[in-house]
Each structure stands twice: as structure tokens, then as C-alpha cells.
């Protein structure tokens, strides 16, 4: 079984910093795509980042230059830095990761519960 569990979120005036982290357990064999997303309160899930196993990044335009996605595939760990903090980013943000597991041959994806991260003063 793989289990996924977000950590990092928090409440954060506006301008501050936040670092999330995604960690993948269980019978791993490898992961792929690692992915992060958020929901704001009445709104879509929206993707925020990914990154591929080759370490290929990419960003919707909001978060560019401001938020940053990183992997440690040793530690089946995804990151997201995020830096400039608004109120808009205020979510829920949940982490998504590709990954193929022992006990269950195929390439599926795995999600976590989330973490609330709010933006406030």
C-alpha cells in the first residue's frame, strides 16, 4: 500500500514564506510525475506545479517567479517553496504523485488529504 501525506501548511501574513512538503510511503518502486494543486473555498481545483521524473518544471502563470516545485526521489519527497505569498493563494493545497508500487503493478495516481495554507494579516 502507498500512503501520501502533505506537511507545511500554516497561516502566513501577506509577502511571507511557506515550504510544503509531499511524502510518499509504502512498497515504492518509482515515481513519476509529482504534482501540486489547490482548491480555494467555491472555487476549482486548480494545478499550481509539476515537475517530472526528469526534473522538467512547470508553473501556472500566477505562481510564476514566486513559487518553486523540487523532488528528492530517494526520499519520495516533493517541495514546494513558495515565496511573496498573496491572499489569493489562500487554499487548500494537496499533492498528487505518479508512481508505480510493488503490490500493485501499473502506473497510478496517489493523492494526499491536503494542506490548508492561508494568507492573512
Known amino acids: 500500500q502507498v500512503q501520501v501525506v502533505e506537511f507545511g501548511g500554516g497561516l502566513v501574513q501577506p509577502g511571507g514564506s511557506l515550504r510544503l512538503s509531499c511524502v510518499a510511503s509504502?512498497?515504492?518502486?518509482?515515481?513519476?510525475?509529482m504534482n501540486w494543486y489547490r482548491q480555494a473555498p467555491g472555487k476549482q481545483r486548480e494545478l499550481v506545479a509539476s515537475?517530472?521524473?526528469?526534473?522538467?518544471?512547470n508553473y501556472t502563470d500566477s505562481v510564476k517567479g514566486r513559487f518553486t516545485i523540487s523532488r528528492d526521489d530517494a526520499k519520495s519527497t516533493t517541495y514546494l517553496q513558495m515565496n511573496g505569498l498573496k491572499a489569493e493563494d489562500t487554499a487548500l493545497y494537496s499533492c498528487?504523485?505518479?508512481?508505480?508500487?510493488?503490490?500493485?503493478?501499473?502506473?497510478?495516481?496517489?493523492w494526499g488529504q491536503g494542506t490548508q495554507v492561508t494568507v492573512s494579516s
Open positions: 498528487k504523485q505518479q508512481l508505480w508500487a510493488r503490490s500493485k503493478p501499473g502506473l497510478f495516481d496517489y
Open positions: 509504502g512498497d515504492i518502486y518509482r515515481t513519476y510525475d
Open positions: 515537475i517530472t521524473r526528469a526534473g522538467v518544471e
